[in-house]
């Protein structure tokens, strides 16, 4: 593993820790001043890191570069970044990340929950994953997918080969490319080396 890998690998994992850190922390806001400050205080910790991390990983930066195939879909999506919440619309999506349009007051980087809508039944639940920004515009965000529940896994992958156009070139990107690696009811990021337990409990996994 090279020192961008690392890097990479280490920013992901505070980002996850942060977010964690800071869902834990708000439960305790009315009930424990003592374990919301000390909470307050790790959080900041973290933030401080990984903010150094990423100011030093900016021109090492080697997001993966591959294309996969994305196709156009609206459907209406909720996403939870821990103190915000916000209603937008997914634009099109892929194996690997979506773009979900709407204005948001995030950055780069920040880590959310993601709640896409069956587009029939507008129920929560078609997919249940957790989510980082990668590009901001003034139309939308880009996220990429760190995780999902394999059932939300399943559900884009056939809603995806549904709706390819060219459906054979997706095939290849499921079968021929490690984008996902499986673990019980989890499918995480192949370039995640993060805690895969906290990934869990915010996906609500056992």
Same mark, same amino acid.
């Given at each position: 593993?090279?020192?961008? $890998?690392?890097?990479?690998?280490? /920013?992901?994992?505070?980002?996850?820790?942060?977010?964690?850190?800071?869902?834990?922390?708000? #439960?305790?806001?009315? /009930?424990?001043?003592?374990?919301?400050?000390?909470?307050?205080?790790?959080?900041?910790?973290?933030?401080? $890191?990984?903010?150094?991390?990423?100011?030093?990983?900016?021109?090492?930066?080697?997001? #993966?570069?591959?294309?996969?195939?994305?196709?156009?879909?609206?459907?209406?999506?909720?996403?939870?970044?821990?103190?915000?919440?916000?209603? &937008?619309?997914?634009?099109? /999506?892929?194996? +690997?990340?979506?773009?979900?349009?709407?204005?948001?007051?995030?950055?780069?980087?920040?880590? +959310?929950?993601? !709640?896409?809508?069956?587009?029939?039944?507008?129920? $929560? &639940?078609?997919?249940?994953?957790? &989510?980082?920004?990668?590009? +901001?515009? !003034?139309? &939308?965000?880009?996220?990429?997918? /760190?995780?999902?529940?394999?059932?939300?896994?399943?559900?884009?992958?056939? $809603?995806?080969?549904?709706?390819?156009?060219?459906?054979?070139?997706?095939?290849?990107?499921?079968?021929?490319?490690?984008?996902?690696?499986? !673990?019980?009811?989890?499918?995480?990021?192949?370039?995640?080396?993060?805690?895969? #337990?906290?990934?869990?409990?915010?996906?609500?996994?056992?």
């Amino acid at each position: 593993m090279d020192e961008k $890998e690392i890097k990479r690998n280490r /920013i992901n994992e505070l980002r996850i820790k942060a977010y964690y850190t800071e869902t834990v922390r708000d #439960n305790y806001k009315n /009930i424990h001043p003592g374990l919301y400050q000390a909470n307050s205080y790790y959080l900041e910790r973290l933030k401080q $890191e990984l903010g150094e991390l990423e100011k030093s990983f900016r021109d090492m930066d080697d997001r #993966n570069q591959r294309k996969f195939s994305r196709v156009k879909m609206q459907r209406p999506v909720r996403l939870d970044f821990c103190s915000t919440q916000y209603q &937008g619309v997914i634009d099109d /999506i892929s194996l +690997c990340g979506s773009f979900v349009k709407g204005a948001f007051k995030q950055s780069k980087g920040d880590i +959310c929950k993601i !709640d896409l809508k069956d587009s029939v039944s507008c129920q $929560e &639940g078609a997919v249940r994953a957790i &989510g980082s920004i990668i590009r +901001c515009s !003034d139309s &939308g965000i880009a996220i990429d997918f /760190i995780a999902m529940k394999t059932e939300s896994y399943h559900w884009l992958e056939t $809603e995806l080969l549904t709706r390819a156009v060219d459906p054979s070139v997706l095939e290849d990107e499921i079968f021929q490319r490690s984008i996902f690696e499986f !673990d019980d009811d989890l499918v995480c990021s192949s370039v995640f080396n993060g805690s895969r #337990n906290k990934l869990k409990k915010l996906l609500d996994l056992p």
